[in-house]
């Protein structure tokens, strides 16, 4: 029997970074994930001949510039192409010009945001820089492992301390923004702002991706600054489309991994993880096949790692208590179309910049509440919100020449639909989420050589994402920082002596990032991150 | 889409170099003949001729818009006179500046703004409770500059009324009714000539049409930003940062540190930023924006001494270039370059309080041929260059 230094359960961007971490440090290991391919939800398929799609996640915002630098990641195939615009339509049917559009050119951008209200123009600046601000001040929590404020450990006590300085250190007003964005609604947040229906719309839709949460919801506000934080490495343009989609980020970082030595299964689903008294020994796959190592890291997220891969007989009740407390409540899906031609939007009819940009379907925080009243009570947005992007725009190669791939993330699809999901509710969706976009682009339908839809239930299925969470559970307050995923273990560590987490379920949490996968590793070699 | 001004349809066909520059928003030239050189020098000789309409403009009506302005601007707007233009920065409420542009009394209750930035916003959230009507005219009005020793002459010849230096006043200009006013950005004797949008061409087409026995040329921001060097004037991102971009405390700047401390007026009961003002003044401000003014000699000695002539930058540089005093770095250049009129090398900068009285032994740095070098110069008294004519 191969021993190893450690076991990665997971072939997820994160298993894949904290492997390549370990593997550059020296340490053996081996990487056993379930599914044919790597990648979890940062996969590529090519579902129809010809047409590439960036399955699940599609694009790349959080991923830290230090993982991108540390691995060599555009030496092993890295290529972030720029997402730099979003057209938000302002209404379905309605004529040319009906569209309020943000670019990345400052000029441009603020004449479009004048043509809807001056005032919006203006404040937007302030805006960003508010933003920009908050997500500095909160960023050097991303880097570490959160220290919890209840624990007396010296480590965790010596961290509080210097982050309690830093928080410290920050002017006056940038605190009670701080405080305001940690409480508030990303909506009410907003109204503080800005006037414009469209604008309030598309830019409170961050605050709730991933969340079964309305923008109403107190605490959304801080989920947009969380999603602001890859604007802040904007220098070094890690916000964008991955030529090839999000398969090619996990691509390049087990390449990475490789060229340290780093081993990587596929077809292998871990059906145990091996105890004997509180440590882990290993993991045992589903045919039998048993691996030892001292350690053993789980990229799956808490739920499939706690109470499938372990036991809860193995853990103190209070941490299982917890465990079974964190939620997940999946609320997105995934639509993935092949198209003859690409759309034609009323609102800018010709083929244009815009469509190598963002496409959101949001034309007001009242269309976002109302597609989360659905939701709230079991169903599917009868309007959902999307953001739709292009890759085929981007990255000519995801399909056949002249032919186009669309990306279209939706929201609301509840994974606790009334009745349960199956192939007709799936059908549903899909049909509910083109005959939407088509009343904003007529000739969607007509174009439509092939349709993926893709439900919180497939996720499940398929990457394994416990009731088909995007981010491994909700990125809520209450399930953040040292709270993610239970109280007192927010450090990668675990109750078992050698079993250590490293996916999103850990902090700081969802998102193409491979921060958790980072600090996993860091932890585990002892250094300070 | 970058915006055009109201008279690009007579600037782009003259723009012979295609050089353009982005300002606001708007396109406008950067130099209208291959070089600025001459463009510049007739700034000083004839008369320039600028399109400078980008500027963000905004009328302040009603029984308060004098109140509005006085809550909003470090100078007393009640107490200017029907027809006085007031140049002046504002301040937020830490007393740090956040723009500078002019305010005109064009009646008792009847004020235009001019601004760098836009101000909508921050005028409207200032007139809680006011009585005032505030109005965006940017794209409405068209703007010309006009500047240099034969400008009177010219505007004149159509019509155009005396005035006394920062006054305006209503005229008709070749038929075409306008405001002038005798201001601009150049340190010279100018006017700048407000007129609806829809009048641009035409206004246009009757002053060049008055200048050309004078040998007015139009001119671009380059030959513009020669000018207004020499006559000390500040440029906002330039030589300050604006306190709503600043991303750092170190970055804002209170008028006194930009030797705006001469618009400051405490006697007003309340503005923004008086608080804090009040109490930097006591204190004395820890910067001071001042001339610097480079020795030839020593500037010669550097070229020479890799076997070079003296080099000189043609036109005004805009980086901030480290100032040395007593072997330890004092403060930095924000804008600098050869003025071919006083020949001399000239630049815009912020000391340490402590090291800007004028004639202090300054060293500034400089790459000569590919190395950092430091040459001598001093601190010195602002502007380089004011000619009697701008007032008389
Ligand atoms: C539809 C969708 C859209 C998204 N859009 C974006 C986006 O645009 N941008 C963005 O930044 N983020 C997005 N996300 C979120 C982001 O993709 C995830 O947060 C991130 O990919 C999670 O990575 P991970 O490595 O932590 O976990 P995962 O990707 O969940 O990886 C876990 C891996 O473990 C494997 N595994 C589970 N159990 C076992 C077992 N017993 N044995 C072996 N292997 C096992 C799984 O197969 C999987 O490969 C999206 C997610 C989804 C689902």
Redesign the interface.
């Known amino acids: 029997m191969k021993r190893y230094d450690a076991i990665i359960v997971g072939g997820g961007h994160n298993g894949l970074a904290c492997a390549a971490y370990l593997a550059r440090a020296g340490r053996k290991v081996l990487v056993v994930e379930r599914r044919e391919r790597i990648g979890g939800a940062a996969m590529t398929e090519e579902v129809f001949p010809g047409f590439r799609f960036s399955v699940f996640s599609y694009v790349v915002s959080l991923l830290r510039p230090e993982i991108i630098r540390e691995l060599e990641l555009p030496r092993h195939g890295l290529h972030i192409l720029p997402l730099e615009s979003t057209l938000t339509p302002l209404r379905p049917d309605g004529k040319a010009g009906d569209y309020l559009a943000q670019w990345s050119d400052h000029d441009q951008n603020r004449r479009e945001l004048a043509r809807h209200s001056v005032r919006d123009a203006e404040a937007y600046d302030e805006f960003g820089l508010l933003l920009h601000r908050m997500a500095r001040a909160i960023k050097p929590l991303l880097g570490v492992a959160p220290p919890d404020p209840a624990s007396l450990d010296l480590r965790e006590l010596w961290d509080l301390w210097r982050l309690g300085r830093y928080f410290r250190g920050l002017p006056e007003k940038d605190l009670h923004a701080l405080w305001k964005l940690l409480t508030m609604s990303a909506a009410d947040y907003l109204d503080e702002w800005f006037e414009g229906e469209a604008l309030k719309g598309t830019k409170s839709a961050s605050g709730i991706i991933g969340t079964l949460l309305g923008p109403r919801s107190p605490g959304t506000a801080y989920v947009l600054l969380h999603h602001y934080m890859g604007e802040l490495d904007g220098v070094f343009r890690a916000w964008g489309f991955a030529r090839g989609g999000n398969g090619s980020v996990s691509a390049a970082i087990a390449a990475a991994a490789q060229a340290h030595g780093a081993e990587i299964r596929t077809q292998a689903p871990v059906s145990k993880i091996l105890i004997s008294g509180s440590s882990a020994t290993g993991a045992v796959l589903d045919n039998g096949e048993e691996l030892r190592a001292p350690i053993v890291v789980s990229g799956a997220d808490p739920r499939r790692t706690f109470l499938g891969l372990v036991g809860e007989q193995h853990l103190p009740d209070e941490f299982a208590a917890a465990i079974r407390r964190y939620k997940f409540r999946g609320s997105s899906a995934k639509v993935n179309l092949a198209l003859a031609e690409p759309p034609r939007f009323i609102c800018m009819p010709q083929p244009g910049p815009h469509l190598r940009g963002a496409i959101s379907i949001s034309p007001s925080v009242d269309y976002l509440e109302r597609a989360y009243d659905d939701a709230k009570y079991g169903e599917i947005s009868r309007r959902p919100y999307m953001d739709i992007i292009m890759p085929s725009m981007l990255d000519p190669a995801m399909a056949p020449p002249g032919k186009h791939v669309m990306s279209i993330f939706v929201q609301y699809a509840p994974y606790h639909l009334n009745g349960g999901w199956n192939d007709a509710r799936r059908e549903e969706l899909g049909d509910t989420v083109v005959n939407t976009l088509a009343e904003y682009a007529p000739n969607l339908k007509s174009a439509i050589l092939h349709r993926q839809v893709i439900t919180p239930a497939d996720i499940e299925r398929i990457v394994g994402l416990s009731e088909g969470n995007i981010f491994q559970g909700e990125l809520t307050l209450q399930q953040m920082f040292f709270l993610r995923p239970a109280p007192a273990w927010a450090r990668y560590r675990t109750p078992i002596r050698g079993l250590y987490q490293c996916g999103s379920g850990t902090h700081p949490g969802g998102g193409v990032m491979g921060a958790a996968g980072r600090n996993a590793a860091m932890e585990i070699l002892g250094a300070r991150a | 889409?970058?915006?055009t001004t109201p008279f690009h349809e007579r600037t782009a066909p003259l723009c012979a170099s295609h050089a353009w520059r982005?300002w606001?928003?708007h396109v406008v030239a950067s130099s209208y003949e291959l070089t600025h050189e001459r463009e510049y020098h007739v700034i000083r000789t004839a008369a320039a001729l600028f399109d400078v309409s980008p500027l963000y403009k905004y009328m302040v009506r009603g029984r308060d818009a004098g109140r509005l302005l006085d809550l909003v601007v470090t100078r007393n707007v009640q107490k200017a006179a029907v027809g006085q233009v007031l140049y002046t920065p504002w301040c937020d409420h830490a007393g740090k500046v956040m723009d500078d542009g002019t305010v005109a009394r064009l009646n008792d209750t009847t004020f235009r703004m001019t601004s760098a930035e836009?101000?909508?916003?921050?005028l409207?959230d200032n007139a809680a409770g006011l009585e005032v009507d505030i109005t965006?005219v940017t794209g409405g009005i068209a703007a010309l500059s006009l500047q240099g020793p034969a400008a009177g002459s010219i505007l004149a010849s159509i019509g155009a009324p005396a005035l006394k230096y920062f006054r305006i006043a209503p005229a008709t200009l070749h038929g075409i009714a306008v405001t002038v006013s005798r201001t601009g950005y150049t340190g010279d004797l100018g006017y700048e000539i407000w007129a609806e949008a829809g009048n641009a061409l035409a206004l246009w087409d009757a002053v060049m049409e008055a200048g050309r026995p004078y040998g007015i040329m139009p001119a671009g921001l380059l030959a513009l930003d020669m000018a207004r060097l020499e006559a000390g004037l500040i440029l906002i991102d330039v030589d300050y940062v604006p306190a709503?971009?600043a991303?750092i405390?170190s970055q804002l700047s209170s008028p006194y540190e930009l030797d705006l401390g001469w618009t400051v007026n405490l006697d007003k009961e309340r503005f923004n930023g008086r608080d804090a003002l009040v109490a930097e003044k006591a204190r004395g401000p820890a910067w001071q924006f001042v001339g610097v003014e480079v020795e030839w000699s020593s500037l010669e000695r550097l070229y020479a001494e890799v076997g070079l002539a003296t080099r000189l930058p043609s036109a005004t540089w805009r980086m901030s270039v480290p100032l040395y005093a007593d072997g330890e770095q004092v403060g930095y250049a924000t804008s600098g370059g050869w003025s071919p009129l006083l020949k001399k090398y000239i630049a815009l900068a912020h000391l340490r309080s402590r090291w800007a009285a004028p004639g202090t032994p300054l060293e500034m740095e400089m790459t000569v041929e590919h190395r950092r070098r430091r040459a001598a110069a001093r601190a010195v008294k602002k502007p380089f260059f004011d000619p009697p004519r701008k007032r008389a």
């Open positions: 889409m970058l915006k982005r606001a928003g836009p101000n909508l916003r921050w409207q965006d709503r971009k991303l405390e």
